[in-house]
């Protein structure tokens, strides 16, 4: 089963940015109660403020969003501090998003990770910055792995990252990433495969269409989570129709519910169930 | 560079059989039109009646379309009186669609593929009917190319069809089909791979959902021809972001050109040319 991490409560954008500023409530829990009834199994909390206010904007953020929705937290922080503030309030298991390969960074979240027995994101993004291929990242994501491994974090709770390029700026990059989720799902089987899916269309117009159609040849290479908007309904239908044609909907029972209920043609109306 | 066959021209269709048996010259020709203006490669025609009256109403359709339209035929029929007769009077070098494993047919019109130098799709089915897994597929394909090749026929003619069956009755047929795909794209690397995109979701809703999500793997496993409406945008639109991702479109060139002449997003108006 494809599981979401709603990525809708982020604090780099402006409008977000500003309920953050204003502890506006309301406007936090609304987006979190609109990403849960759309399926979003984690919700995605990204303060976007400077160090020194990052830890109390996060907790606010963690404390605001448990107060009406039940769901895991996903903490997108690389600040130690905000991480530990906010993984003392979450009331579920949690995710740290992420660590990646700088060790600074690495040592810091490793330690609550361990701590917290969060779910880790892990990005396959070493000290040397961002590798160039596929097995490039999977040196980073090896040694990666063998430093959760270390810490006694399984292999179960970790979200391996192949790292989402844009297409625009180099036409190789959807397939780098579709070879290192292939290799990840090989070498890795108890790992599960997540990604930032709308990092391959940046730059480009009609990133809808790039975003599910990524989404589609993502999913049969072997993601299996993702952050992305889950009020996207074509997303969505595209996410349905995929699992439909891997064999993961048993009777397409799944697909004609959705299709009943309306969510399979965006715009069209729901079908009355005859 | 994926090649459409085009569908529409297709006797079986109640309005285009009532053109056929009136021999409404305007009507076909208007649908050869639209679909080569649409990128269609070949236009298929499938004269869909009785063989007494196949053989002259596919000439007819050969000369009807042929009077207005550049682009190679493909011939759809088992009847090899019919193809003798539309094979004669073709222009540019036609596709025969199609030959099967099934003893009578293959007799037949083998031999007018070898004589006529045209292309050919040719079935994984043998005859002992429809094979049941990738693997049975491929000990058919195997047989018939063996066969053309015997005739001295060149793999390059060839489109291989891997048989796409609906995800409707059988949850695994699409998977199947993908794994049929992937082994021709490694055993005949000569060799084309075509299909009737549209059976994968016969007996479902929204079925062009599941059609453009499915045509994203195939193309992906290795798929570059397939008979299809080349009138559904969306598909279409599918079809440029899949070579997007898969690093077959320079510079983004065609995917940007695309967008500007409003092909991405269907039903919005072209983008002014800033």
Not at 108 to 128: F, Q
Not at 141 to 162: K, M, N, Q
Not at 245 to 274: I, M, N, S, W
Request: glycine share 8%; hydrophobic share 45%.
């Amino acid at each position: 089963m494809f599981r979401i991490i709603g990525e809708k409560i982020n604090g780099t954008r402006k409008r977000v940015a500003a309920a953050i500023a204003e502890r506006d409530a309301p406007f936090i829990t609304s987006l979190a109660e609109r990403q849960v009834e759309a399926g979003a199994h984690w919700i995605d909390l990204n303060a976007g403020t400077s160090p020194d206010r990052e830890a109390a904007d996060l907790a606010w953020l963690v404390e605001t969003v448990q107060a009406t929705v039940e769901r895991p937290l996903c903490l997108d922080s690389a600040n130690p501090r905000a991480l530990e503030a906010a993984l003392a309030l979450t009331r579920q298991t949690p995710m740290i998003n992420s660590i990646t390969g700088e060790p600074a960074r690495l040592e810091g979240v490793l330690r609550l990770v361990r701590d917290s027995g969060a779910d880790v994101i892990v990005l396959g993004m070493g000290a040397r910055g961002m590798p160039a291929t596929a097995e490039d990242r999977m040196v980073v994501l090896r040694e990666l792995v063998a430093a959760t491994r270390g810490e006694g974090i399984a292999d179960g709770r970790l979200y391996l990252d192949p790292l989402i390029m844009t297409v625009a700026t180099n036409t190789e990059a959807a397939g780098i990433a579709l070879e290192t989720i292939r290799q990840v799902r090989t070498e890795f089987p108890d790992a599960h495969i997540s990604c930032g899916l709308s990092n391959v269309s940046f730059g480009l117009p009609a990133r809808g269409l790039i975003n599910r159609t990524f989404l589609a040849l993502a999913v049969t290479a072997g993601l299996d989570t993702a952050i992305l908007d889950p009020l996207d309904r074509e997303m969505q239908a595209t996410l349905i129709a995929t699992d439909l044609l891997l064999g993961r909907d048993r009777h397409c029972l799944r697909y004609t519910r959705a299709y009943r209920a309306g969510q399979l043609e965006p715009g069209a109306p729901p079908k009355p169930t005859v």
